[in-house]
């Protein structure tokens, strides 16, 4: 493999340094939306209990008044038998009271009902503000941590931006601009190792055998003939001869650092 492989392959490392923290921050924007949602969707259910619980209450108050006026009635009636002669009328007083307390105890039962309807209500109310106060939580948090982490990505995007800067100075633009067009055609990555069985690890497809020979002398830059990516041998990696990006990579300290070139 030649140096100028391995200068794709640096760049290559910074692209997917850049692109892991891309995703981290998108993934953390996501998260904050999630929640957010979920925030929305939680405040407008507690919207509904609350609105629900006050129709409830209505509907307990009418009961209640509705049994103001069988007592009232009640009372009237029961009033009324003592100032009465005849067992006929008396009968019929006696039934009109009887009548008044069975609807008195059909809103008593109903108040009954209700109210319990209503504890299960408030319960939930306050299992929802609980929710509603942990998701704003996470939301906040999540927040503050998107804000603190942007300074710090940005310093490390900066930093890998500017080596990547170097390494194109040094690079053929003819192969940097076929690198970048395998990249924009989401292969990425776009280079990448053959394995001892002859196979480009990005499709799988095995080389002939003259052609990985002639991968094997290291001389030449070689593209996939199925997937298109820029083929290197994975043992031919490694061993640094070189210059000032060196220096800057070991101050580095994302893993596009670790990542060694080979000899020319
Ligand atoms: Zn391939």
């Known amino acids: 493999m030649n140096e100028q492989i391995a200068y794709i392959i640096d760049i290559q490392d910074i692209d997917l340094n850049i692109k892991k923290i891309e995703d981290a921050e998108a993934k953390n924007i996501y998260e904050i939306n999630e929640s957010a949602v979920s925030l929305k969707n939680q405040s407008e259910k507690l919207e509904e209990l609350k609105k629900e619980l006050s129709e409830l209450q209505k509907k307990v108050n009418l009961c209640e008044l509705n049994i ?8 009237k009636y029961t009033e009324a038998q003592k100032q009465i002669k005849t067992n006929k009328e008396y009968n019929a007083m006696q039934k009109s009271v009887k009548d008044n307390e069975a609807l008195k105890s059909a ?11 209503q504890e299960e209500i408030k319960s939930a109310i306050k299992k929802t503000e609980e929710d509603i106060r942990l998701l704003s939580d996470i939301v906040l948090n999540k927040k503050a941590e998107v804000e603190s982490d942007k300074i710090k990505y940005f310093d490390i995007k900066k930093n890998l931006a500017d080596k990547r800067k170097e390494i194109e100075k040094i690079l053929k633009a003819e192969f940097l601009n076929v690198y970048e067009a395998i990249k ?24 002939p ?6 991968l094997l002398s290291g001389e030449i830059f070689m593209q996939c003939p199925i997937c298109s990516r820029i083929l290197y041998y994975k043992q031919d990696m490694p061993e640094i ?11 580095d300290k994302t893993k596009a650092s670790k990542k060694a070139r080979v000899k020319a």
């Open 68 to 75: 103001e006026s069988y007592n009232e009635k009640i009372l």
């Open 107 to 117: 809103e008593e039962e109903e108040i009954i009902k209700t109210m319990t309807v």
């Open 184 to 207: 924009n055609n989401n292969k990425f990555p776009a280079v990448i190792s053959v394995n001892d069985n002859r196979a480009c690890t990005g499709c799988f497809r095995i080389l």
């Open 209 to 214: 055998p003259q052609q990985f020979n002639e």
């Open 241 to 251: 001869i070189n210059d000032k990006t060196d220096k800057k990579e070991k101050k």
